[in-house]
């Protein structure tokens, strides 16, 4: 084999070759359908930069977004029963786990973490809608009241941020238990004395909207999330009454008084401070 076959043919090869673009430099806005360049997305909380829509944002980079210079510490959960009723419909119940926990890196659709948002001690439960939609379970339950109980432990403010098509069907009874459950918890928290908030994202729904996400000293949501009980098409088969369009984006709930505003991504942490600042300075 020659010299030029060996060494200079592959090298003139490689520098005609095209430069591999990678798949995730650009995203496109399901709403305008825009594209965007990724950093710029990453920039901007994975708010689009055309029409201002509200993607769904990383769990870990939303905490970073809203704790002091993006620091927290991860509350431990303790561990749950696996399979509780022996769900199984297409695949085993196990076998969702598995793969929810291999894909997102966790053990559950639940985050506690603890630390500071504009200098006052914090406490947030956020959900991970990409861990079986964010389906509130036994684990769920027992996130949602220690995070109540660190609070309290640390008098800090309390603050939820579902992002949850509801209840998982997957631990039946047992998974509806947790909105009781989660409901004394926060009470517990406004009997200490310390504020409530919970953040509503898109979506929030079942369960989950009808137990702790609505009960909040002061209730806070993004532009565009869906909030509710159950899906438009089911309700207006039951109530056989047409609609009125958007009734459960979260600016028709600022509408008729079930949220108390709507606060732009980019903005939130800010209105967090300045709401802490009034409910906790006195003790800061």
């Not at 509200?54 to 959960?77: A, W």
């Not at 109540?148 to 631990?171: D, H, W």
């Not at 098409?233 to 984006?249: C, H, K």
Request: proline share 6%; net charge positive; with cysteine.
């Amino acid at each position: 084999m020659s010299w030029f076959t060996t060494f200079v043919r592959p090298k003139i090869n490689a520098l005609m070759r095209k430069k591999e673009i990678p798949d995730n430099l650009w995203d496109k806005c399901p709403e305008c359908e825009q594209m965007i360049f990724h950093k710029d997305l990453v920039t901007h909380l994975y708010v689009c930069l055309h029409c201002g829509h509200h993607m769904r944002i990383p769990v870990k980079m939303r905490l970073e977004s809203l704790f002091d210079q993006g620091n927290y510490t991860r509350v431990s959960l303790p561990k749950s029963l696996l399979d509780p009723i022996k769900f199984k419909d297409s695949k085993k119940y196990p076998d969702r786990l598995k793969v929810a926990r291999t894909t997102t890196g966790e053990e559950d659709s639940i985050l506690v973490a603890e630390g500071f948002i504009g200098g006052f001690p914090v406490v947030i439960s956020a959900f991970d809608f990409a861990f079986i939609g964010g389906s509130m379970g036994l684990a769920v339950g027992e996130g949602l009241v220690l995070g109540a109980e660190r609070a309290c432990e640390l008098k800090a403010a309390y603050i939820t941020i579902p992002a949850s098509g509801g209840a998982r069907m997957q631990e039946g009874i047992l998974s509806l238990m947790q909105m009781p459950r989660s409901t004394i918890a926060v009470e517990k928290v406004k009997e200490a004395g310390l504020p409530y908030i919970p953040l509503l994202t898109n979506p929030t729904m079942g369960g989950v909207a009808a137990s702790f996400a609505m009960l909040g000293d002061i209730a806070i949501a993004e532009p565009g999330a869906v909030i509710g009980f159950t899906g438009p098409r089911v309700l207006q088969e039951t109530i056989r009454q047409a609609l009125p369009p958007g009734f459960q984006s979260a600016e028709f709930q600022l509408s008729h008084g079930m949220v108390d505003m709507v606060i732009p991504r980019l903005d939130i942490r800010q209105k967090l401070i300045d709401i802490l600042g009034i409910l906790l300075g006195k003790r800061h």
